[in-house]
């Protein structure tokens, strides 16, 4: 089906251990963003990129990775997992006229 | 510094009367702005949204109005549903920022009391 897709939707993983979650989209939005939703704060982006082999970063960056070898995939990086990163990741293309979001990845660190 | 504010964190309103939900910015140079709800274990679903040169925008049940002047934007929902019980966050864009971001404020959760 044409959309946003995240994988995995839940994730348990232990501190200190490496971490990929992955976002794709079938549309060939050129602009990809990376999202963390907690509680008070909303929704603060991470990382974006604009087009293939361009990424920069957002607000929250530290402790994160991202690569964008393909248009259509924008993989999302922990390195070394710590417990504030606890929270539920989302990922989102630009539409035109605002942005299409995945359903997200409830990510705890223990 | 917040440039979008929702200041009230949480909103009951009564099924069927009017919901309003408001959201202040510190950008003047905002002229795009949206309005986003996201139910439980959902992504954001995109709701309704206004450009700077219009001051209402309605689609069904939702109105948006903006006031440039004040900074300020307020989302009506009339009647409210049961199924209006989600988390709005408002948004707001920047034509001088290239890279296409969307600025969110926190959110405001809205529960319709039955």
């Known amino acids: 089906d044409a959309g946003i897709t995240q994988s995995p939707r839940y994730k348990i993983t232990e501190t200190g251990r490496q971490v990929t979650l992955m976002c794709h989209q079938t549309?060939?939005?050129?602009?990809m963003f990376w999202y963390r939703q907690d509680l008070g704060h909303g929704l603060r982006l991470i990382y974006y990129s604009a087009a293939a082999d361009i990424t920069d970063k957002g607000e929250v960056p530290d402790g994160y990775v991202v690569s964008r070898s393909k248009t259509e995939n924008f993989p999302l990086t922990l390195e070394s997992a710590t417990r504030s990163q606890t929270s539920v990741y989302f990922c989102?293309?630009?539409?035109?006229?605002?942005?299409?979001f995945g359903s997200g990845t409830r990510l705890t660190v223990v | 510094d917040q440039q979008v504010k929702q200041n009230s964190p949480s909103l009951s309103v009564q099924e069927g009367r009017i919901s309003i939900l408001n959201c202040d910015y510190t950008n003047s140079m905002f002229d795009y702005f949206l309005w986003y709800k996201k139910y439980p274990a959902e992504g954001p679903t995109f709701l309704i949204s206004?450009?700077?040169?219009?001051d209402k925008n309605e689609d069904g049940r939702f109105t948006v109005f903006l006031n440039k002047s004040a900074k300020h934007l307020s989302l009506h929902i009339v009647p409210s549903q049961p199924g209006d019980s989600a988390v709005y966050f408002c948004?707001?864009?920047?034509?001088?920022?290239?890279?296409?971001?969307?600025?969110f404020g926190k959110g405001t959760r809205l529960h319709i009391l039955p």
């Open positions: 206004i450009s700077s040169i219009k």
């Open positions: 948004a707001a864009s920047d034509p001088l920022n290239r890279d296409d971001k969307i600025i």
């Open positions: 989102a293309s630009n539409s035109g006229g605002g942005y299409t």
């Open positions: 549309w060939s939005h050129s602009y």
